[in-house]
Structures are given as C-alpha cells and as structure tokens.
C-alpha cells in the first residue's frame, strides 16, 4: 500500500466522525467541510515526513477547526460567529465524549443524523444530505443507492445545504416528540450506509465492512435510545441477520458467492440468533411496517439450512406484504426472484418483464442481471447473454461485473446454477 492510498482510507474512516464533530462545534456544515478540506491537505503535506498522528481524527479536528477560526478572522466577521466558537474551550473537552446527563443521544454521529434530518427538507434530500456530509459516502455511492445520477444528488444536496443557511435553520441536536418525527429519515440513513457497506454500488470490494460496522453500532445505539420503537428495533434484527452472512460471501480469492451457493455453516449463529430474538420483539407490534417484514425475511433464509429448504412461498407472500406497506420497484423484483424459487424461472420471468416494460430500474444492473439468471435456467442462452451483456454495461462494483461475467462466459456450457 503506497502512502497515498495509507492517507485515502484514513481519511474516509474518519471524515463522518470528523465532519460531526466540526458541525456541532461551528453549526455551519459548509464552513465545516471547507475546514476539514483544508485539513486533509494539510495532513498530506506533513504527515509522509512526521509520520501518521495516534489519533488521527484528533488531529483532524484540531487542525480543521483551529482553520476555521482563523478564516473567520481573516474575513472580518468574529463578532457574529464568536458565540458559536468558544474558542476557549479546550479541544481535549472537545473531542470528549458527551456527559450522559447533558445527551440524550448517547453517540455523537448519531446526533448529528438526527441534526442534518431536518423536516423542512424533504425526506429524499434529508438523507442525502446526511449520507453524503455526514456519513461520508460519495456523490456516486448516493446516486446508486438512489437509483439516481450524481448530478441529481449533487444538486439535491447542494438545495438541501441552501434551505438550510437562507432560512438560519440551526444545527440543533432534537430532543423528545421531535426524534420520533426524524425517525423515518435516520432509519433511512442507517438502512442505506448498511447497504453500502454490505453490497458495495462502486469500486473493487465487494464488501465494506467498516460501513457494516459503523451502520450496526449506530443502529444499536439507536435502539437502545428509542427501544420502544419497533421500526428501530427492527432494522438492528435486519441488519445482524443480513451481516451474519459476511463470512460466506466471498471465496478464498474474493470471488463473488450468491446467496444460494452459500456454505451456510459459516453463517454467525450468535448474529442470527440475537437477530431472531429483535425481529420477534418487533413483530409484536400491529401491523409491522417495513423493516420489520424485510428482518422477517432475512429471518425465514436464517431458519433454512440451504436454499433449496428455504420456505419460498412464505418469503414471496412477505414481499407481497411489503409491496403493501412500502411500495416500490426493488421491493417489487426481489418478490420477482421469490416467486422463480416457489413456482419456477418462468413465472418470475414474466414478473421482471413487466417491470422491464414499464421502464422501472433502467438505471442499475439488478433487474437485467435477474433477467439474464432466469432466461439462463430457463435455457434461453441468446436472450441471456443480451441480458447479461446490458447489466456488464450498467454495473458499478468490480466484485459484481467479474462475477457477471463469468456466468456471460458460461453460456457457452450450460450448467444449472443459482440466481444473481
């Protein structure tokens, strides 16, 4: 690893932790991130000659915030962001964490989530925001998981940062009645850093575990905040199940293994048994929203020893539930898969036509990456390789396209096999 690539991956483990730490302490994100720019440069220039900081995110934040003073001196307006700095303060008590009595919130991103979900911006550009500000993934990742562009997203968080400074909405930390109503919006925000982490949009790994990590952490921190609160408990039970799963994933040379294929013995039981126990907690509430039967799916695969014992009927009839509550056009394909495992290739075939012809999910590989499976098992080789050749073309991950274009290679010798 070059020295270069040693800072890259420094800088992105920590620029989420740094960013809220520096927003909390200014109450300007723009200011915020311009210093932490400022930062990194600076840790480019000097840390290949002193070496790496132990604390690489204190250095950071003192650098970066010591920056942003300095900037606003130089520009003249102290006086009317002096209240906001405390320069006094010692960046020791800083970078502390928060006194329990004086946070509700007991983890310091976790509260700046819940600060960067403000409901006077819409839902789509309160998640966006946070994602790409304060969870540190790029324009690029945002858009995938969006189903988007990244000029979309670029100019939706740019809107989002406008609405925030033209009307003074300060960077405050909600308590009581108003987390419950930013609830939605963190859970959405945890959901899709989970997604990233465990199926990565873009770049070589397939897997990002310190995404995984960071989403868990949080959403226990969240479900300890709010236990109560169904939804929360629930997406925790989805997100141990789904990352028990981690360990089978991946062959020995970082080959792409499908769900189906899985050595499930390698599977943590000790996840899925705590996620078991949370999915069970938040059924209890009526009528389970969609979370809760996403964690029930993810429960039913955890029940199944292999794939072919897997209850598919009830996992299709779990979709049909979520289509209810949460329609959508992934919601919709993965319902699409089910039906292939319960009743054969060809009836989820027609399913994903259907999405297909009504121009659904035109922008991601995933529904010509179905289709190309199904047409395969279905022995329709030349409508496969068409179908394989339009995901190749859309597909952003390094893990998925070789994994994409070994079965496109093996159309030529036909062999049953198990779905994208």
Not at 259 to 267: G, M, P
Not at 278 to 304: F, M, N, S
Not at 379 to 406: H, I, K, P, S
């Amino acid at each position: 690893m070059t020295d270069g690539e040693g800072l890259d991956g420094i800088f992105r483990a920590e620029h989420g932790r740094v960013l809220a730490r520096l927003v909390a302490f200014l109450g300007d994100l723009d200011v915020a991130e311009e210093a932490l720019a400022d930062a990194c440069l600076q840790a480019v220039r000097h840390w290949p000659g002193s070496g790496i900081p132990d604390h690489p995110a204190a250095w950071l934040t003192t650098v970066a915030r010591n920056g942003a003073i300095d900037r606003i001196r130089r520009e003249k307006v102290l006086a009317t962001k002096l209240p906001r700095l405390y320069p006094e303060v010692d960046i020791a008590q800083t970078l502390a964490p928060p006194d329990p009595d004086e946070a509700d919130i007991p983890d310091e991103r976790l509260r700046l989530f819940f600060t960067c979900c403000h409901p006077v911006l819409a839902l789509s550009a309160q998640v966006a925001l946070t994602l790409r500000c304060l969870a540190g993934l790029t324009n690029a990742a945002v858009a995938r998981l969006f189903l988007t562009s990244d000029v979309t997203i670029s100019q939706r968080v740019v809107r989002a940062k406008r609405k925030i400074r033209d009307a003074a909405i300060p960077y405050r930390v909600p308590s009581g009645e108003e987390l419950r109503q930013r609830l939605p919006a963190v859970l959405a925000v945890l959901y899709l850093l989970f997604t990233e982490g465990y199926a990565a949009t873009c770049g070589p790994a397939q897997i990002r575990p310190e995404l995984c990590n960071e989403a868990i952490h949080l959403a226990e921190a969240l479900h300890h905040l709010l236990p109560d609160e169904a939804e929360a408990t629930a997406l925790l039970a989805l997100m141990l199940l789904v990352d028990a799963r981690r360990p089978a994933r991946l062959d020995a040379d970082g080959h792409l293994i499908t769900l189906e294929e899985q050595d499930r013995a390698l599977w943590d039981r000790d996840l899925i048994n705590q996620g078991r126990h949370l999915v069970r907690e938040a059924l209890q509430t009526r009528p389970p929203g969609t979370y809760a039967l996403q964690a029930a799916i993810a429960a039913v695969h955890a029940d199944a020893p292999s794939s072919d014992t897997t209850d598919w009927p009830q996992i299709t009839a779990l979709y049909g539930l979520l289509a209810g509550v949460a329609p959508s056009p992934m919601v919709e394909l993965n319902r699409a898969i089910a039906v292939a495992m319960a009743d054969g290739p060809a009836a989820g075939l027609r399913l994903l036509d259907q999405l297909q012809n009504a121009g659904h999910l035109a922008t991601t590989h995933l529904l010509p990456a179905a289709r190309a499976d199904l047409l395969r098992r279905l022995d329709r080789r030349a409508e496969a390789a068409v179908a394989y050749d339009e995901a190749l073309g859309l597909v952003g991950n390094d893990t998925e396209r070789e994994y994409l274009t070994r079965r496109r290679n093996q159309l030529a010798h036909p062999m049953q096999g198990p779905a994208t």
